[in-house]
């Protein structure tokens, strides 16, 4: 029962030049900082396995995730001890992990300090909270003896707001910049995608973009430097012609005004491809933009070939994917258009 299974009727494909290039130009758009790579959530939705070997060949050379589960699929390319745990040590066998594989925590709160001591310490990173109020330590616990007793490579912070013109920037900066004199530690990096674009004052030692990597353009100075990454694309499964007054998918919210000709593709809500993208919106062949009619279903979505009388079974379609203008039309993020990415993208 070894047969590879046939080729899929969907697929994701990452440039994974492209990619390598979004790192180099975050790199030297970081000035004297070197530029390190945010690949938590399965690089974003792309893949670890496809992403993380590009970014270690482009030069980048500390990886972030989020969780301790996270660090496997990473290690199997780099270092563990390039690699940093955004969560940190939230238990003893946490700290057990960390220290079997060699991944590096993020200490975020005195008690996570005081646990990673208690394991036998030794090199570690330290998130302060200058604002965004959601993992770190308060500005006011720098001088804590159990902030004194670990031995910091990367101290950091994250800012709230930096894809925006928001004061809270300039606020996060003066705060961090406060808070690193009075904790001793190797590198300082607070910059994210966005930071990098707020300009090198935000770049300290290290910057950590993440989104700008894959191909989002969090703010428009980053339009010109970044490349987009990944292509979404499906089959039609079948074509057929529908009479006037006949319906399509489930619930019947569209009838046809007319005889149609329909056809069903190969990609649903299960694949990331979420119900608000239905009506309103196109899958893409060519120059072409053919309507999505009716509800998107799990596994399937129905598009009007009117514009592709030529199509048939086996096609391949375009699903738009860009993440910039896909999140303003939808007013989903393209955080989360990425991250949604369903694993049945990645099967083939
Ligand atoms: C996710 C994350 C990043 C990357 O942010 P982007 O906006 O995707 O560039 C950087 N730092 C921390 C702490 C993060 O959680």
Not at 32 to 57: E, F, I, Q
Not at 216 to 226: F, N, S, T
Not at 258 to 286: C, E, K, Q, W
């Amino acid at each position: 029962m070894n047969e590879v299974p046939p080729p899929p009727s969907l697929r994701l494909t990452v440039d994974t030049a492209a990619l390598a290039a979004n790192w180099r130009a975050l790199d030297a758009l970081s000035g004297a900082a070197r530029a390190g790579a945010a690949v938590k959530a399965d690089c974003y939705g792309l893949g670890v396995d496809t992403c993380v070997p590009a970014l270690r060949d482009a030069g980048c050379e500390t990886f972030f995730v989020a969780h301790w589960s996270e660090v496997a699929a990473v290690v199997r390319h780099v270092q563990p001890a390039q690699v940093a745990v955004l969560h940190g040590p939230l238990t003893e066998a946490d700290c057990a992990y960390a220290r079997s594989l060699g991944a590096v925590p993020v200490i975020n709160s005195l008690e996570q300090a005081v646990r990673w001591t208690a394991s036998g310490g030794g090199r570690c990173h330290v998130m302060v909270d200058t604002g965004i109020n959601r993992l770190g330590i308060a500005p006011s616990e720098a001088g804590d003896p159990v902030i004194a007793a670990l031995d910091i490579d990367i101290l950091m912070s994250h800012l709230a707001c930096a894809d925006e013109n928001s004061a809270m920037n300039a606020g996060q900066l003066a705060a961090f910049r406060e808070v690193a004199d009075r904790i001793p530690h190797r590198r300082a990096s607070l910059a994210n995608s966005a930071g990098i674009a707020l300009g090198t004052d935000y770049a300290f030692d290290l910057t950590r973009p993440g989104l700008a990597l894959y191909g989002g353009v969090p703010r428009d100075e980053l339009a010109g430097a970044i490349l987009p990454v990944a292509r979404v694309e499906a089959t039609l499964l079948q074509c057929r012609s529908i009479a006037a007054g006949e319906s399509v998918g489930y619930n019947s919210t569209f009838a046809a005004p007319r005889p149609m000709r329909v056809g069903t593709v190969s990609i649903g809500y299960a694949d990331g491809f979420l119900r608000l993208r239905g009506p309103g919106n196109a899958l893409i062949h060519g120059a072409r933009r053919l309507p999505i009619l009716g509800k998107v279903s799990m596994d399937m979505v129905v598009v009007d070939l009117a514009e592709a009388p030529d199509l048939g079974a086996g096609a391949w379609l375009t699903v738009p994917w860009d993440i910039n203008d896909c999140a303003q039309q939808n007013a989903l993020s393209p955080y989360e258009l990425l991250t949604l990415i369903g694993r049945r993208l990645h099967a083939h």
